[in-house]
């Protein structure tokens, strides 16, 4: 069973320019994500699949390969992760002739997941035989407190007879969120289903800081606390 990872890097970031090399504590932001992926125990090869050489360099530099360049029309805003994905399996599979069992895709973005989580993920899809599997966390703020807004006029986000407001933190149904760190697909059902998550999916859950994910300046800048105070190691 070949288990590949791959991490998505495009250059053209907008609201941060190279903001996936941009430096955190004295490294590219995408070093963190390398590093851990290499000391997994279950992950076969570590791709990164981008459109841009700086990232390309600097990502060989800290140990993952970079055996393509992603095309142009895969690096806009627009594009989204499953086309990504799909080219970088038919570039192994058709050029190096590497067949692809099980897919990681982990995001330069996630600088605090751990080696563990990602075996963690990895070993829940072998056990379970889901169709994927993500990381989650417990949502920063509960749905049930949230509001729609049409022009001035507010009304409830989560239409319901109980009055959620009434209701202590503690006391509302626990709420989970994506949070981008981890997605672990088998590799037909990318390919069938063109998704990353859906069918049989499962969770493993991480905690707020572990799921942290850096894409303002503002996040980086809580990130780089984070790590001065050794909230992260």
């Given at each position: 069973m070949?288990?590949?990872?791959?991490?998505?890097?495009?250059?053209?970031?907008?609201?941060?320019?190279y903001k996936?090399?941009k430096?955190?504590?004295?490294?590219?932001?995408i070093?963190?994500?390398?590093?851990?992926?290499?000391?997994s125990?279950?992950?076969?090869?570590i791709?990164?699949?981008?459109e841009?050489?700086?990232?390309a360099?600097?990502?060989?530099?800290?140990?993952a390969?970079?055996?393509?360049?992603?095309?142009?029309y895969?690096?806009r805003?627009?594009?989204?992760?499953?086309?990504?994905?799909?080219?970088?399996?038919?570039?192994?599979?058709?050029k190096e002739k590497?067949?692809?069992?099980?897919?990681?895709?982990?995001?330069?973005?996630?600088?605090?997941?751990?080696?563990?989580?990602i075996?963690?993920?990895?070993?829940?899809?072998?056990?379970?035989?889901?169709?994927?599997?993500?990381?989650?966390c417990?949502?920063?703020?509960?749905?049930?407190?949230?509001?729609?807004?049409?022009?001035?006029?507010?009304s409830?986000f989560?239409?319901s007879?109980?009055?959620?407001?009434l209701?202590?933190?503690?006391?509302l149904?626990?709420?989970?969120q994506?949070?981008?760190?981890?997605?672990?697909?088998?590799?037909?059902?990318l390919?069938?289903?063109?998704?990353?998550?859906?069918g049989d999916a499962?969770?493993?859950?991480?905690?707020?800081?572990h799921?942290?994910?850096?894409?303002?300046?503002?996040?980086?800048l809580?990130?780089?606390?984070?790590?001065?105070?050794?909230?992260?190691?």
């Open positions: 070949n288990i590949v990872a791959i991490i998505p890097a495009r250059g053209s970031s907008k609201r941060i320019p996936n090399i430096k955190l504590a004295g490294k590219p932001l070093a963190y994500t390398i590093r851990e992926a290499l000391r125990k279950t992950l076969d090869r791709i990164v699949s981008t841009n050489d700086k990232i360099k600097i990502s060989k530099k800290y140990g390969e970079v055996p393509f360049k992603r095309p142009a895969l690096a805003d627009t594009t989204h992760s499953p086309p990504i994905i799909k080219h970088a399996i038919e570039y192994l599979e058709k590497y067949n692809v069992d099980i897919v990681v895709i982990l995001q330069p973005t996630s600088p605090f997941r751990k080696a563990e989580h075996d963690l993920a990895v070993k829940k899809m072998i056990e379970t035989n889901a169709d994927s599997v993500a990381s989650i417990e949502a920063s703020y509960p749905p049930y407190w949230m509001k729609k807004l049409k022009k001035d006029k507010i409830p989560v239409k007879k109980i009055d959620y407001h209701l202590e933190g503690q006391q149904p626990k709420v989970y994506l949070n981008g760190a981890i997605y672990v697909v088998k590799r037909d059902f390919m069938k289903k063109n998704k990353i998550i859906d499962r969770a493993i859950i991480m905690d707020s800081i799921s942290l994910d850096v894409d303002t300046l503002l996040d980086f809580l990130a780089e606390v984070v790590i001065k105070n050794g909230l992260f190691k």
